[in-house]
């Protein structure tokens, strides 16, 4: 993590396997249909069994354009998957989903970031800025998912 880096976190339950859920995370593809300010995401390497392991976006927000590449890893059992920050107009974005299948055929998914925009912001601003990523991101997850 970089000094200047970002931490948030956050935790949903969603209706769903983590098979399910891992679909729709690693369908990269489809992110601009449903990932708010997503413009492009474009797979630019997969592994041996077809899963994107370098990716390129484009996201678009009031604050900012900006254009970067992500390298995935996979958990095992379709339990998450983290990436790490490759290259682009960010600093630093790296993070983690972290599934755990529930008894109510539900899963709990816990979504880390680190992110460091290379903007000079306040403080104040940037942990806001992280925290509602999380938010969106978990929240438009869970309506992708359960919309299936």
Excluded: C
């Excluded at 993590?1 to 931490?7: L, Q, R, V």
């Excluded at 069994?49 to 379709?78: I, S, W």
């Excluded at 998914?109 to 601003?125: A, F, K, Q, S």
């Excluded at 990523?133 to 309506?143: E, F, M, N, T, Y």
Aim: no cysteine.
């Amino acid at each position: 993590m970089t000094p200047m880096a970002e931490h948030a976190e956050g935790t949903i339950e969603v209706y769903g396997t983590p098979a399910e859920i891992m679909g729709v995370i690693a369908g990269f593809d489809a992110y601009p249909e449903w990932v708010g300010n997503m413009d492009e995401a474009e797979v630019l390497e997969r592994d041996r069994q077809g899963r994107a392991t370098k990716v390129a976006f484009k996201l678009r927000t009031p604050v900012m354009n900006a254009a970067y590449t992500l390298a995935y890893r996979y958990e095992p059992d379709d339990l998450g998957v983290s990436w790490t920050y490759v290259e682009g107009s960010l600093q630093d974005l790296s993070g983690q989903y972290a599934l755990e299948p529930l008894d109510d055929g539900t899963t709990r998914v816990t979504y880390r970031l680190e992110v460091d925009l290379g903007m000079p912001l306040p403080g104040l601003l940037k942990r806001q800025a992280a925290k509602q990523i999380v938010r969106s991101a978990l929240g438009d997850l869970k309506q992708r998912v359960e919309s299936a």
